[in-house]
Structure formats: structure tokens, C-alpha cells
């Protein structure tokens, strides 16, 4: 570690931030704290990442959690050790959030993080065990089922509704190689077989699932942020809604609003003490129109990149999580003395796009997107980091470049 960082941390009033994955959605966390004069360091795999470029983050190490672990844990010790009080520290990346759950116990010497940060990839990022948990809890899911041969699947593709998607087991072991989506929308039986043997024999020892589609549009999303302290208590709630998606369908948030919703808040809340989680989270619900009811999709066990509308709207979610991991004594959070504005947050070049192949789709007017623009808006950079706006240009080209090849690259797959 460079001597200048660690005398500059050393003479901070405050106690460090470490946020581990430097992508768009750290930016949430870095402009947060970096505005309140806490010291944030990032480590992440890509010297382009955007998260480095802000001025109020300091780079400690460019390291991959899965090609240089034994390294990074190494380089986390040794950052640790030279402190003189604990960092806290905030896995944004899921391959991060995988590589935290399994070195937990070594680092908690060190850092601050939530108590039950071990079981993240046990029961969050294998989907597999947390539908099973959310049956176990009499949580409500779309139709879901797991696989483990081509014969299994001849049986699944008579029982399932079609459209159905297909998609991994560890998603984030799939975005290593298929950036361009999270999931494949499968319309038959046929296909539904083709497509499984085609993934087995591409990616070996990947566990596929196979779920229902729920209909209705993106803006039947529905989303929470939250923060729950180690017994368990909510100290910090936002909710929301998506307005777009990019890609359509099965992306990630363009532009998206919040609004109190004490049903979706108290929902999210039950929910979480249900299946033991604790720390901060980004929880996802889509409603049914078959049925009317909010069916879980997700939980995100870190801050997600739509957090940076929960600042916007009053609701310091990071900031609560911060203080509560010092030390600093929260109160808690109560239905009757909630407070949120009403904003939308948005990612411009993202959401052009996204909007775009709504419009091609006859999903979306030109005037409904110039009105769904209208209203206060919380833009993902702020304009007191004019370091970003600087390399921001050269983020987005090369972030189209790679994928435009990533697309061609699945359309190849996808047609072969």
C-alpha cells in the first residue's frame, strides 16, 4: 500500500470505507460517504472501472476475486493490519460478495460487516437454496424448477408455462459468459430442450433453472432498500418502483422511482427476519396479474445500482449502515415517522437505449418517454465530480464496444 494513502487514512477523524467491485453501482456508496468525509478505498479486477475515477475514491489494489484470491485476501490482511481501527467494507460485486462469505471469519479482525455476511453466497447467490428457503418460509415465487438432467427437463417442459426463462443457478458465474443478459426467454417445449442441452454441453458443471415468466411490464417491479442491524431490526427503509429496464425484460434499472410503500416496506421486512438476513440489501418483487400478488424475485445481499436514488429521496440507507457498523447507535425504523420524497433516479445512455427497443417493440411512445422524464431526477453523476464526467465518455465507448462483441458473441450461441 502506497505510504501517502495510508498516512491520509491513518489522519482522517473518520473511520474508513473499503467498497470491493468499483462498477456503476459503487458510485452509490463512494459519493455517499465520500461526500460526508469519510475516506473510501476501492479494489476491483479492471483499472476502467468507473468507481476509480471519482474524486473521492483512493484505489488500494486491482485484483480479481477469483483469479488472484489468495492475493487480494493477502493485500486485505496487510491493509487491516496497517490500520489502526477497523474499515468498514462493502461487497458491491456478487464475485466479491462470494469471496467475502467464504473469508468472513479471517477478516472480521479487521473490518465491519454484517454478522451474517457468511451465509450471503449459501443463501443468496445460489438461487437454488433461496427458492428453497423461500419455500420452506411460505414465501411467494414464480414457478421454479431445478434440473439435474435433460430427462428432468422433458418432464418440466409439460408442467411449466410458457414463456419460460432459463438461467443459472450462480449468476454471477454466468455474466463470465454472457454479459448481455441475465436469463434466456424460451417459447416452447422444443426450444426449452435445445436450449438446456446446448448450455450443458457449453458450460459443464453449471446448474440451470428453469422459472416462469411473470407477465406485465417492467413497471410492475417493485423494489426495497433496506438496512436491518444484527438482531434483526429495520433502520433504514426505501421503496420503489422500476419504470425501465436495459436490456428490456431482463435487465438491470435505467430509470426508476420512489414512493412510500408501507405494504411493499413491512412485506420486505418479514421477509428478510424470515429467512435470517441482516445488513444492507436490495430486495425485488414483481406483481402477478394473474393473481394480483407481489412475487418475490431476488434478494440482493449489497447495495444495488439504483441506490442512489434512496439519498436523493431523503432516506440515508448507506449512511444509516455506516454509522450503525462504527458503533453509532440507530434508531429504529417506524412506519409512522417515515419520510421519503417523491424522485426518480436514471442512467441517461442506458436508459436511451433501453428506450429505444421499447419503442421498437411498440412498448413505448416517443411523447410517454419524454413524459416519463418529467419530475425531479437524481442523475447517476453528480456534478461535484467533474472527474467522472471527464472519463465518463471513454467509459461508455468502451463499455459499447465490449458489448456489441458480447451480443455477437450471444447471437452466435443463441442461433448455433
Same mark, same amino acid.
Given at each position: 500500500?502506497?505510504?501517502? !494513502?495510508?498516512?491520509?487514512?491513518?489522519?482522517?477523524?473518520?473511520?474508513?470505507?473499503?467498497?470491493?467491485?468499483?462498477?456503476?453501482?459503487?458510485?452509490?456508496?463512494?459519493?455517499?460517504?465520500?461526500?460526508?468525509? #469519510?475516506?473510501?478505498?476501492?479494489?476491483?479486477?479492471?483499472?476502467?472501472?468507473?468507481?476509480?475515477?471519482?474524486? $473521492?475514491?483512493?484505489?488500494?489494489?486491482?485484483?480479481?476475486?477469483?483469479?488472484?484470491?489468495?492475493?487480494?485476501?493477502?493485500?486485505? !490482511?496487510? $491493509?487491516?493490519?496497517?490500520?489502526?481501527?477497523?474499515?468498514?467494507?462493502?461487497?458491491?460485486?456478487?464475485?466479491?460478495?462470494?469471496?467475502?462469505?467464504?473469508?468472513?471469519?479471517?477478516?472480521?479482525? $479487521?473490518?465491519?460487516?454484517?454478522?451474517?455476511?457468511?451465509?450471503?453466497?449459501?443463501?443468496?447467490?445460489?438461487?437454488?437454496?433461496?427458492?428453497?428457503?423461500?419455500?420452506?418460509?411460505?414465501?411467494?415465487?414464480?414457478?421454479?424448477?431445478?434440473?439435474?438432467?435433460?430427462?428432468?427437463?422433458?418432464?418440466?417442459?409439460?408442467?411449466?408455462?410458457?414463456?419460460?426463462?432459463?438461467?443459472? &443457478?450462480?449468476?454471477?458465474?454466468?455474466?463470465?459468459?454472457?454479459?448481455?443478459?441475465?436469463?434466456?426467454? #424460451?417459447?416452447?417445449?422444443?426450444?426449452?430442450?435445445?436450449?438446456?442441452?446446448?448450455?450443458?454441453?457449453?458450460?459443464?458443471?453449471?446448474?440451470?433453472?428453469?422459472?416462469?415468466?411473470?407477465?406485465?411490464?417492467?413497471?410492475?417491479?417493485?423494489?426495497?432498500?433496506?438496512?436491518?442491524?444484527?438482531?434483526?431490526?429495520?433502520?433504514? &427503509?426505501?421503496?420503489?418502483?422500476?419504470?425501465?429496464?436495459?436490456?428490456?425484460?431482463?435487465?438491470?434499472?435505467?430509470?426508476?422511482?420512489?414512493?412510500?410503500?408501507?405494504?411493499?416496506?413491512?412485506?420486505?421486512?418479514? #421477509?428478510?427476519?424470515?429467512?435470517?438476513?441482516?445488513?444492507?440489501?436490495?430486495?425485488?418483487?414483481?406483481?402477478?396479474?394473474?393473481?394480483?400478488?407481489?412475487?418475490?424475485?431476488?434478494?440482493?445481499?449489497?447495495?444495488?445500482?439504483?441506490?442512489?436514488?434512496?439519498?436523493?429521496?431523503?432516506?440515508?440507507? #448507506?449512511?444509516?449502515?455506516?454509522?450503525?457498523?462504527?458503533?453509532?447507535?440507530?434508531?429504529?425504523?417506524?412506519?409512522?415517522?417515515? &419520510?421519503?420524497?417523491?424522485?426518480?433516479?436514471?442512467?441517461?445512455?442506458?436508459?436511451?437505449?433501453?428506450?429505444? @427497443?421499447?419503442?421498437?417493440?411498440?412498448? !413505448?411512445?416517443?411523447?410517454?418517454?419524454?413524459?416519463?422524464?418529467?419530475?425531479?431526477?437524481?442523475?447517476?453523476?453528480?456534478?461535484?465530480?467533474?472527474?467522472?464526467? @471527464?472519463?465518463?465518455?471513454? $467509459?461508455?465507448?468502451?463499455?459499447?464496444?465490449?458489448? !456489441?462483441?458480447?451480443?455477437?458473441?450471444?447471437?452466435?450461441?443463441?442461433?448455433?
Amino acid at each position: 500500500m502506497r505510504k501517502s !494513502l495510508l498516512r491520509k487514512i491513518k489522519d482522517a477523524k473518520k473511520a474508513p470505507v473499503l467498497v470491493l467491485g468499483m462498477g456503476p453501482t459503487a458510485l452509490a456508496v463512494i459519493r455517499d460517504l465520500g461526500r460526508r468525509g #469519510i475516506p473510501v478505498i476501492g479494489v476491483d479486477s479492471y483499472w476502467w472501472m468507473i468507481g476509480f475515477y471519482s474524486k $473521492y475514491c483512493n484505489k488500494l489494489a486491482l485484483l480479481d476475486p477469483e483469479k488472484n484470491e489468495n492475493e487480494l485476501f493477502k493485500v486485505l !490482511l496487510d $491493509y487491516g493490519e496497517a490500520l489502526e481501527r477497523k474499515s468498514v467494507l462493502f461487497a458491491i460485486d456478487d464475485n466479491f460478495i462470494a469471496f467475502l462469505s467464504k473469508y468472513a471469519h479471517r477478516l472480521r479482525s $479487521y473490518y465491519r460487516f454484517p454478522l451474517t455476511a457468511e451465509d450471503y453466497e449459501r443463501k443468496f447467490l445460489n438461487k437454488r437454496n433461496f427458492y428453497q428457503l423461500c419455500k420452506q418460509r411460505g414465501i411467494s415465487f414464480p414457478i421454479t424448477y431445478f434440473p439435474n438432467s435433460l430427462e428432468e427437463v422433458k418432464d418440466i417442459s409439460q408442467k411449466v408455462p410458457f414463456p419460460c426463462i432459463i438461467k443459472p &443457478v450462480y449468476s454471477h458465474i454466468w455474466a463470465k459468459r454472457f454479459k448481455v443478459t441475465k436469463a434466456i426467454k #424460451i417459447n416452447s417445449p422444443k426450444e426449452l430442450l435445445h436450449t438446456y442441452k446446448k448450455i450443458s454441453l457449453s458450460l459443464s458443471n453449471t446448474e440451470l433453472m428453469i422459472q416462469e415468466v411473470i407477465g406485465g411490464g417492467d413497471d410492475r417491479i417493485y423494489l426495497c432498500a433496506i438496512y436491518l442491524d444484527s438482531s434483526g431490526e429495520p433502520l433504514s &427503509v426505501f421503496t420503489g418502483r422500476t419504470i425501465r429496464q436495459y436490456p428490456p425484460d431482463f435487465g438491470t434499472k435505467c430509470l426508476a422511482e420512489g414512493f412510500k410503500d408501507n405494504y411493499i416496506a413491512k412485506l420486505s421486512i418479514e #421477509i428478510l427476519r424470515k429467512i435470517g438476513f441482516c445488513g444492507i440489501c436490495g430486495v425485488e418483487f414483481k406483481k402477478d396479474p394473474k393473481d394480483g400478488q407481489l412475487k418475490i424475485m431476488e434478494v440482493n445481499p449489497r447495495v444495488v445500482r439504483w441506490y442512489g436514488l434512496t439519498e436523493a429521496c431523503g432516506v440515508p440507507v #448507506i449512511y444509516t449502515a455506516y454509522k450503525d457498523l462504527i458503533g453509532e447507535k440507530q434508531p429504529k425504523w417506524k412506519s409512522s415517522k417515515w &419520510v421519503q420524497k417523491h424522485k426518480k433516479w436514471i442512467s441517461f445512455w442506458r436508459d436511451i437505449a433501453s428506450s429505444l @427497443l421499447y419503442i421498437c417493440r411498440d412498448q !413505448l411512445s416517443f411523447r410517454d418517454w419524454i413524459g416519463s422524464l418529467k419530475g425531479r431526477k437524481e442523475l447517476m453523476f453528480g456534478l461535484d465530480d467533474i472527474s467522472l464526467f @471527464l472519463y465518463f465518455p471513454f $467509459y461508455v465507448t468502451f463499455k459499447t464496444i465490449t458489448s !456489441l462483441i458480447e451480443r455477437l458473441k450471444y447471437k452466435i450461441f443463441v442461433e448455433s
